[in-house]
C-alpha cells in the first residue's frame, strides 16, 4: 500500500527527523533468536553484492565516533540541513553543528552534501503550505536555489541534496523548476540528489507530487525513500520495508529513471505499536535491546528481511538492522541500481560492506 500524505509526514517526525537528544547509541546486545549484526555471522557472499555507493542520512549532533567508524563503508554523508520559511521564500542558514558534520565527512574521505527541507520546528511537521508556496512562485523558486546555491558554495560541499515532502500534485512542475535553477545556480560538478517518497505505481507518484521523468532529466541521482510501509500512526505492526513492496517502488521508479541514478532507501531504524497510546520510532540497538529483555525474544523473517518481536507486555516491535540491510545491497545490485541511501547514521546498526565511493554522477 502506499502511505497517506498525512501519515507519511507524521512518520519523519515521530523520532526519525527530530534532532538527536532521541538517537540512542547504546551497545548492540543480541536479541534471543536474533543473529549477530556484524557482517561475518550474518552476510553470504551473494549478500555481500557490490553497490557502487553508499549514502548515509546524518542529523546534526551525531558523534564523531559513528562517523569514523561508518565512514570506511560509505561514499556520501548528506546533513540534514537547511530548511525553508513559512512563507517559502527563504533558505535558513546552517548552524554550526551542521557545518561541523559537512566538514568531518570532508575530512574523512567522503563525499558531503548539504540537505534542503521543509520540517518546521514550529509545527513539528512538514509544511505543505510552506512548499506549496514556494514550488507555485516563480520569483521565490528562483530565490531560494540561489540562496541554496550560495550556502553550497559557502561551505564548500560537494553536493545539494533535496528532501522537499507533503507535496500536492500542483507542486510537480515547480519541483522540477526549483531542480532546474538550482543546476543553473550552482558550481560545475556539484551534484544534486533528491529524496523521493516511494509509491507503488507511476500514478502514485504523480499524486505525490513527483514527474519523475522531469526530475531525471536533471538529477545525479534520486534516492527512493523506500521505508515507512508501515507505522504506528497509520497502520497496524508490518515491516518498515517489506522486500516485495521495495520491488513493486523500485520497478514503477525505474520506468521514469535510470537505475544507474537511482539510490535504494533502507530503513535503521524499527517502530513500536503498544497496546495503548501511540508508538515511537526507535534505533535498532534499542529494538534489539527490549526484544532481549521479552520472554519471546525476536523472529527474523526471510520474506521481509526484518525483525519483529512481542514484548511481554504485548508491544510489537518490527526493524530494519545490518542483516536487513546486507539483504538490500544484493537487491540493489540485482536491479543495477546506483547504491543504497541509510536513513540514518547514528540509529542503524554500525555499517557493513564496502563502498566504491567517490562519484554521484
Same mark, same amino acid.
Request: glycine share 10%; hydrophobic share 45%.
Given at each position: @500500500?502506499?502511505?497517506?500524505? +498525512?501519515?507519511?509526514?507524521?512518520?519523519?517526525?515521530?523520532?526519525?527527523?527530530?534532532?538527536?537528544?532521541?538517537?540512542?547509541?547504546? =551497545?548492540?546486545?543480541?536479541?534471543?533468536?536474533?543473529?549477530?549484526?556484524?557482517?561475518?555471522?550474518?552476510?553470504?557472499?551473494?549478500?555481500?553484492? %557490490?553497490?557502487?555507493? &553508499?549514502?548515509?542520512?546524518?542529523?546534526?549532533?551525531?558523534?564523531?565516533? &559513528?562517523?569514523?567508524?561508518? #565512514?570506511?563503508?560509505? =561514499?556520501?554523508?548528506?546533513?540534514?540541513?537547511?530548511?525553508?520559511?513559512?512563507? *517559502?521564500? !527563504?533558505?535558513?542558514?546552517?548552524?554550526?553543528?551542521?557545518? +561541523?558534520?559537512?566538514?568531518?565527512?570532508?575530512?574523512?574521505?567522503?563525499?558531503?552534501?548539504?540537505?534542503?527541507?521543509?520540517?518546521?520546528?514550529?509545527?513539528?511537521?512538514?509544511? $505543505? +503550505?510552506? &512548499?506549496?508556496?514556494?514550488?507555485?512562485?516563480?520569483?521565490?523558486?528562483?530565490?531560494?536555489?540561489?540562496?541554496?546555491?550560495?550556502?553550497?558554495?559557502?561551505?564548500?560541499?560537494?553536493?545539494?541534496?533535496?528532501?522537499?515532502?507533503?507535496?500536492? %500534485?500542483?507542486?510537480?512542475?515547480?519541483?522540477?523548476?526549483?531542480?532546474?535553477?538550482?543546476?543553473?545556480?550552482?558550481?560545475? *560538478?556539484? #551534484?544534486?540528489?533528491?529524496?523521493?517518497?516511494?509509491?507503488?505505481?507511476?500514478?502514485?507518484?504523480?499524486?505525490?507530487?513527483?514527474?519523475?521523468? *522531469?526530475?531525471? =532529466?536533471?538529477?545525479?541521482?534520486?534516492?527512493? @525513500? $523506500?521505508?515507512?510501509?508501515?507505522?504506528?500512526?497509520?497502520?497496524?505492526?508490518?515491516?518498515?520495508?517489506?522486500?516485495?513492496?521495495?520491488?513493486?517502488?523500485?520497478?514503477?521508479?525505474?520506468?521514469?529513471?535510470?537505475?544507474?541514478?537511482?539510490?535504494?532507501?533502507?530503513?535503521?531504524?524499527?517502530? =513500536?505499536?503498544?497496546?495503548?497510546?501511540?508508538?515511537?520510532?526507535?534505533?535498532?540497538?534499542?529494538? !534489539?535491546?527490549?526484544?532481549?529483555?521479552?520472554?519471546?525474544?525476536? +523472529?527474523?523473517?526471510?520474506?521481509?528481511?526484518?525483525?519483529?518481536?512481542?514484548?511481554?507486555?504485548?508491544?510489537?516491535?518490527?526493524?530494519?538492522?545490518?542483516?536487513?540491510?546486507? &539483504?538490500?545491497?544484493?537487491?540493489?545490485?540485482?536491479?543495477?541500481?546506483?547504491?543504497?541511501?541509510?536513513?540514518?547514521? *547514528?540509529? #542503524?546498526?554500525?555499517?557493513?560492506?564496502?563502498?566504491?565511493?567517490?562519484?554521484?554522477?
Amino acid at each position: @500500500m502506499d502511505t497517506p500524505p +498525512r501519515a507519511r509526514r507524521l512518520a519523519r517526525l515521530v523520532g526519525r527527523y527530530l534532532l538527536p537528544g532521541a538517537i540512542v547509541l547504546a =551497545s548492540l546486545l543480541p536479541a534471543r533468536a536474533s543473529a549477530p549484526a556484524s557482517a561475518a555471522a550474518t552476510a553470504t557472499a551473494e549478500a555481500l553484492a %557490490p553497490v557502487p555507493a &553508499v549514502t548515509g542520512y546524518a542529523l546534526g549532533g551525531l558523534g564523531d565516533a &559513528v562517523l569514523r567508524r561508518d #565512514a570506511p563503508h560509505l =561514499s556520501t554523508v548528506t546533513v540534514a540541513g537547511v530548511a525553508i520559511d513559512a512563507a *517559502g521564500r !527563504r533558505v535558513a542558514a546552517p548552524s554550526a553543528d551542521v557545518t +561541523r558534520l559537512l566538514a568531518k565527512a570532508q575530512a574523512a574521505g567522503l563525499r558531503a552534501e548539504l540537505l534542503l527541507s521543509n520540517y518546521s520546528d514550529r509545527l513539528g511537521d512538514f509544511d $505543505t +503550505r510552506a &512548499v506549496d508556496r514556494l514550488l507555485t512562485h516563480p520569483s521565490r523558486i528562483e530565490g531560494v536555489a540561489s540562496q541554496l546555491a550560495e550556502h553550497a558554495v559557502s561551505l564548500g560541499v560537494d553536493g545539494v541534496n533535496v528532501d522537499l515532502e507533503a507535496l500536492r %500534485p500542483r507542486d510537480a512542475a515547480g519541483l522540477v523548476d526549483l531542480l532546474a535553477r538550482l543546476r543553473e545556480a550552482l558550481p560545475q *560538478g556539484t #551534484a544534486i540528489s533528491i529524496d523521493v517518497s516511494a509509491r507503488s505505481s507511476r500514478s502514485a507518484y504523480a499524486e505525490a507530487g513527483y514527474d519523475l521523468a *522531469g526530475i531525471a =532529466s536533471i538529477v545525479d541521482v534520486v534516492q527512493l @525513500m $523506500t521505508y515507512d510501509q508501515h507505522g504506528p500512526t497509520w497502520s497496524g505492526p508490518g515491516p518498515i520495508g517489506a522486500l516485495a513492496w521495495q520491488r513493486r517502488c523500485l520497478e514503477a521508479a525505474l520506468e521514469d529513471v535510470p537505475a544507474e541514478r537511482l539510490d535504494l532507501g533502507v530503513a535503521g531504524y524499527g517502530y =513500536s505499536w503498544p497496546r495503548r497510546g501511540t508508538g515511537r520510532s526507535l534505533s535498532v540497538a534499542r529494538a !534489539r535491546a527490549l526484544a532481549e529483555a521479552s520472554d519471546r525474544g525476536a +523472529r527474523w523473517h526471510d520474506d521481509t528481511a526484518e525483525w519483529s518481536a512481542r514484548l511481554d507486555d504485548g508491544t510489537r516491535l518490527w526493524w530494519s538492522d545490518a542483516r536487513s540491510y546486507e &539483504v538490500r545491497r544484493t537487491l540493489a545490485a540485482q536491479f543495477g541500481l546506483h547504491g543504497l541511501a541509510v536513513w540514518r547514521l *547514528g540509529s #542503524a546498526d554500525p555499517l557493513t560492506g564496502d563502498a566504491a565511493g567517490g562519484s554521484t554522477g
